[in-house]
């Protein structure tokens, strides 16, 4: 099961990695641009994963077309549409904030398809975050 599981892991990664052509991101449909409130659906998917939910802090990007590609074991298809990236600090269950640590999230017709986290390959953003 654990081998199963690193396989997939990094097939997530390595699926991140190959993009899709030039040529396939300017003919993509990304889909409407977003008319909900991201940040909150973002922290209604989170609020689940952490001890202290009511205490999270969120830094996030503004969303921007962008694209998502399956691991190759689940039949390497590419998503678009709008990716939020996000810096989350939590408690840990010994009360004390673990850092700011990146994830992404992947938006299509408003609705929330693809979440990364740092343990399957989230980055950083190169953009500016805000609260």
């Not at 081998?3 to 892991?9: E, G, H, K």
């Not at 209604?44 to 077309?65: G, H, L, N, S």
Request: charged share 25%; proline share 6%; net charge neutral.
């Amino acid at each position: 099961m654990k081998r199963l599981a690193a396989i997939i892991l990094v097939g997530m990664i390595a699926g991140c990695a190959a993009g899709p052509s030039v040529r396939e991101t300017a003919d993509a449909d990304y889909g409407p641009p977003l008319s909900i409130d991201y940040r909150e659906a973002i922290r209604d998917a989170m609020d689940a994963t952490f001890f202290y939910w009511r205490t999270a802090q969120y830094k996030f990007t503004e969303p921007y077309p962008s694209w998502f590609r399956d691991p190759e074991e689940l039949g390497g298809v590419a998503h678009y549409g709008y990716k939020v990236d996000v810096l989350i600090n939590a408690r840990n269950q010994n009360g004390k904030y673990i850092g700011f640590k990146p994830y992404m999230f992947l938006f299509r017709d408003n609705l929330l398809i693809r979440e990364l986290s740092p343990e399957t390959g989230a980055r950083k953003s190169q953009m500016a975050y805000g609260d």
